[in-house]
Every structure is written in C-alpha cells, then in structure tokens.
C-alpha cells in the first residue's frame, strides 16, 4: 500500500538546493548559493560544517567519495577520498600484533586522511570561493561554538570507559568536568580552528585562488598536520578490545597521497543509468540489485508489499555475498565487475531466489579466475564476540569497549546545472584519541580490510579498503536530468537506497515520499565493521510496514526484527532536472536531517 502522507513537502526551487544530514550544514549550503556560489563551494563549505557539528560521525581525518556533474550533460565523476593504507600496514605486522581482526577503533585501525585533502581538491578544481571564503561558517561555529546534538552527546558517553581508561586526550576535550556534553549545550573547539587558519594562512600571500588551495593541500599532506599526526601515532594507545598498538601511518605516507578523479561504474535501468564509486566501495551491489531484480521483474511489484520486501532482501543477500567475495580496490585487485552486472550472470542469480522463501543459505556466485569467499561459520560466530563488547560499552560487564561511528551525506544542486554527491564518514570522535594539536581524531576505515592474504579486500600498503561510503548520482535525457541521493549506515546504505530508487522510479514517489515510505534491510551477510558478524536470515523491518507484511515475510522465513517505526536509513536527495524546478528532499528520522534552498 502506498504511503497516504510524508513528514514534509519535497522542495522545489529554481535557484540552488541542498540536503544534508544536518540542518546547520544545509543552511550552510543554501547560503553558500545566496552569495552566488555554485553547487561545489556550497558542498566544499557545508561539508566542514559537518566535521564539526556531527563530530561523532565524520572528521577531518576521515574519508569522502564524492560524485559530481559539472554543467548539463556534462560526465558523471568520481572523486576519491579515501585515502589507501600505509606503507607499515601489512598483514605480517598486523598479525604480529597479535590480530586476526583489524579493530574497529585506535591507532592501528587509520588509514591516510582523505577527506580534508578530498574536498580542497574540489574546491580547488571546480569551486569559485576562496578557501578563507569556505572554511568561514565551519571556523565560526568552532571558534564560537555549537549546539550538541542529542547523537554526540551519547556517543560520548557511550565511550566514557574506552576514553577514561585509555585515551586522556579524548577525555580532557570531550569531558573537561567528567561528565558527557549533553543536547543543545555550546562547544567549541579552538585547536580544530587554529588548524584551518594554519592551512588558509599556507597559500594567504598568493594572488591566485587555486594555487592558494594548493598550498593548503600541501601544508596538510606534507607540512605541520602530517607531522604532528606522525608524532603522535608513535605513542600505543587501546584499541578499545584489550590491546596496546602504536600506529603505522606516517607522514611519509600523507606526503604520497592526493585523491584523484575515477569514472564511476554504471548500470542502465528504467530510463536513468545509475552511477556508483567503482568496487573500492561497495556501490557496485546497487547496481548488481537493480540488474538481478530486472530479471525478476521488479517493476511490477508494489512497493510496499511483501513480495517487494522479500525480493529486494533476497536479491540483496546475493549481490552483498557476491561484495565480500570479489570487491578490492581494482588498482591492486581484478575485480570482474562487467561479468557481475552481465544479463547473464544475473539471470543466473535470480533463479536462486525463491518467491515464497527466506534463503538461510550464504551464496556468493562463482566467476573462474576471481574472489576469495569468506568463512561465513566463523561471521555468525562472531556474534558472540558482538554481544560481549556491546555489553561492555553498555555496562553490563567490566572493561571498555568501541562504539560504532555513523556517517554523513549531503546532495546539492544549483541553477547552473552542477550537482554534487557525498558521504563524508570516518574520524569519528570514538575512532582514535583526539590529537590536541590538530583538535581531531584519525580514523578507522582499516577494519575494513581482512588479514588474509589471498582475499581481494587483504590489507596491502597504497591499498584502499572496501568503504561502505556509497553516493549515487543517477542520469537520465542524455545526462542533463541528474538526480543526486545516499545515506548514512554502514551495510545499510545500498539497501535503503536501492529502495528509494526503486519507489521513486517505479512506483511513482517524489523524492519525499520515496524516503518517508517504509524501509528494511538485511543482516544475512558478514558486517562490514569488527567484529564482522553475520546473522542469518535476520531482516530489520519498520513497523510502519504494518503486522500483516511483518507476518507474510515470517511466514517465508526471514527472521523479522520489529524495528522503530522511523528507524531506517537517513536518505538525503535533489534533482537537477533538464528543463522544470529543482528539487529536494531530505529524511526525517532522527529529527536532523533537512532539505533548504530556493
């Protein structure tokens, strides 16, 4: 049954438009557009906004993809911040620290900073504003303070015993009088202020505006932040499961890094051809959904129903399994990506899913030559593992443990036809410890590397982990229709989407609709997160479904988790279209996110 209402309108506007998982970075964004900047200064300036208002779920030292159109019908692009291992990451050292899971949090778990590099690089190559000009609202809101939102005052608390009994940097930042901030107190952060004025000051001299943000770039990868982040891994610090490391990234290794441009993988379906960051992430299993569910006919089937819900879990079982067995950074790894998305692989794979059954099977396909499958007996082992650390940061068993970081997207569109698409994560508060001098955390995308040498995703230094991060940006009338969205959510993130996308496409949604109707997703495959979990069959559902598709789908044999009624996903969506208005949406759950714009 289609939905009968949504929390608020879908915007229209003919001048700019934003949507971001945070109403101060919107607002950022929106006034970026009213002084005449383009949709690049606007993104470039409301994504350092969220480095400091949703500082529990990205940072400056975390990661970005980023996809852009430059004007109408001009190329889809990919621009890649996430930044690839360190030289000193190989899998012996890793091993000999006595790990056979790279941890969710600490010194051992970073990666090379990408993001700060990622979004200079697009101010740089497509934006009009100045640096000075950029970082302003985000300095003004930590030189002057912030409101707390309710997610980073329990994020804070949440990892009281990790930074008590292990990271004092972290403690005299986040909890100067013992206690966790609380929701709409005013913090500052004058250290992460004094960072960015160091970088604007680096190229302050310079008459032209790009050679300045190049020195920026500079100043960062090869001056003062790289050496301080240099000095300070040196020093072990807990990982937050019982273990001391000292970290391996280097300023050497920051000095090599600068995010590069990519084409993006595609896939046409219904009119639009969908574009997602190549199999480094794993975007590609959106596209790999929407080839299996043609062959089943997807199209046809409500929206909201049962069978939609079944189908798109199913299918989604297969093209995760599929993930964790062949995706790999394709610099290093052959990832046969054209054979995934071929009619007749999937064709194939849709004679796999049975219309009236849960699978409780893992399946990954099989392509001669290629991947590495994964020990699923030894995933759903893992939850154990899971339910003993998240009893430790809840405290109902001594010790500390990590708590898991979230992630950002915003999507803005201007009247001159650019659209950008991003999903900043990583650097989280709970990451690592807070460096003093620099007032940020690195990050921890490693764990997403797995300690085996013959797997595509193992650890190797220059290598880039297999990110959750996923924009879309989809096209349609020869590119001058483009339609930006993503979400937070670790795994979840191609689930949701491909929902919105299908409903929007299909089932006739505006952007609103699409992303207040009722969203699910799986747990079937191994998480993506330490300690990498799987649990077979279980299927989070909202209750906005209603009890009779919740009892259908358990009567097919899915496991359903009865989930909070607003509780999945957190899409974010504009649309710059060829010829009419713009348009934008944003998701309500969590009562943050919003669209804005003119």
């Known amino acids: ?50 480095h400091v208002v949703e500082p529990h779920n990205n940072g400056p030292a975390g ?4 996809m852009l159109r430059a004007g109408p019908g001009g190329p889809v692009q990919v621009l890649c911040g996430q930044g690839p291992a360190p030289a000193g990451a190989t899998i012996a050292h890793y091993r000999g620290e006595g790990l056979d899971l790279i941890p969710r949090s600490g010194l051992l778990a970073a ?6 590099p990622a979004w200079l690089t697009l101010l740089r190559d497509h934006g009009t504003w100045t640096l000075a000009d950029a970082l302003a609202p985000a300095i003004t809101y930590a030189r002057d303070g912030w409101p707390i939102a309710a997610a980073t005052g329990a994020a804070v608390a949440g990892s009281r015993p990790l930074f008590t009994g292990n990271w004092p940097t972290s403690v005299a930042y986040w909890m100067p009088n013992g206690t966790a901030p609380v929701q709409g107190e005013r913090w500052r952060n004058p250290e992460l202020v004094q960072t960015w004025e160091r970088l604007i000051a680096a190229g302050s001299g310079l008459a032209d505006r790009q050679e300045q943000i190049e020195r920026a770039i500079v100043e960062w990868s090869e001056g003062f932040v790289a050496e301080t982040i240099d000095a300070f891994v040196r020093t072990p610090a807990s990982d937050g499961v019982g273990h001391q490391h000292a970290g391996v990234l280097r300023a050497s290794d920051m000095a090599a890094y600068r ?5 993006p993988a595609s896939f046409d379906h219904g009119g639009w051809t969908v574009h997602k960051c190549g199999p480094w992430s794993q975007g590609p299993v959106l596209l790999q959904g929407l080839a299996l569910l043609e062959q089943l006919g997807i199209e046809d089937v409500d929206p909201y129903g049962a069978d939609f819900v079944h189908l798109v879990a199913e299918a989604m079982k297969l093209t995760y399994a599929d993930r964790d067995t062949f995706y790999g950074d394709p610099i290093t790894d052959q990832v046969p990506l054209d054979v995934l998305l071929s009619p007749a692989y999937n064709a194939g794979r849709a004679a796999q899913i049975d219309p009236t059954t849960a699978s409780g099977e893992y399946r990954p396909g099989t392509i001669a030559g290629f991947g590495h499958p994964l020990d699923y007996a030894a995933a759903v082992a893992r939850q154990e593992v899971a339910r003993e650390w998240a009893g430790r940061v809840s405290g109902e068993a001594a010790g500390s443990g990590p708590v898991r970081g979230d992630t950002c997207h915003l999507d803005v569109a201007d009247r001159w036809g650019n659209v950008v698409s991003a999903t900043p994560s990583g650097g989280w508060l709970q990451s690592s410890p807070h460096i003093p001098a620099l007032g940020f955390p690195l990050g921890s995308r490693a764990q997403m590397f797995w300690l085996d040498e013959a797997h595509p995703s193992a650890l190797a230094p220059g290598k880039r982990p297999r990110t959750t991060l996923t924009p879309s940006l989809a096209t349609r009338d020869a590119g001058r229709t483009a339609l930006a969205f993503g979400t937070p959510g670790g795994d979840g993130q191609d689930q949701w989407q491909l929902q919105f996308f299908l409903r929007h496409v299909h089932g006739g949604a505006n952007l609103q609709e699409a992303i207040d109707a009722p969203a699910f997703r799986s747990a079937h ?14 299927l989070i559902v909202e209750e906005r479904f209603g009890e009779a598709v919740l009892e259908d789908l358990r009567g097919r044999g899915h496991r359903v988790v009865a989930a909070h009624p607003w509780s999945e996903g957190s ?28």
């Open 1 to 50: 049954m289609a939905p009968t209402f949504t929390t608020r309108p879908e915007l229209l506007g003919s001048h700019g438009l934003a949507a971001s998982t945070h109403w101060l970075a919107t607002g950022t964004a929106v006034a970026v557009l009213e002084r005449g900047g383009n949709a690049f200064d606007a993104a470039v300036a409301a994504a350092f906004v969220l």
């Open 63 to 66: 990661d970005v993809p980023i």
């Open 111 to 116: 990666v090379v900073p990408g993001a700060t």
């Open 259 to 263: 995010p590069g441009y990519e084409a």
């Open 525 to 538: 495959w191994p998480d993506s997160f330490w300690p990498r979990p799987a649990y077979p069959q279980r």
């Open 571 to 598: 899409i974010s969506a504009v649309l710059s279209p060829a010829e009419g208005f713009l348009r934008a949406a944003a998701n309500p759950r969590g009562m943050q996110g919003y669209a804005g714009g003119r």
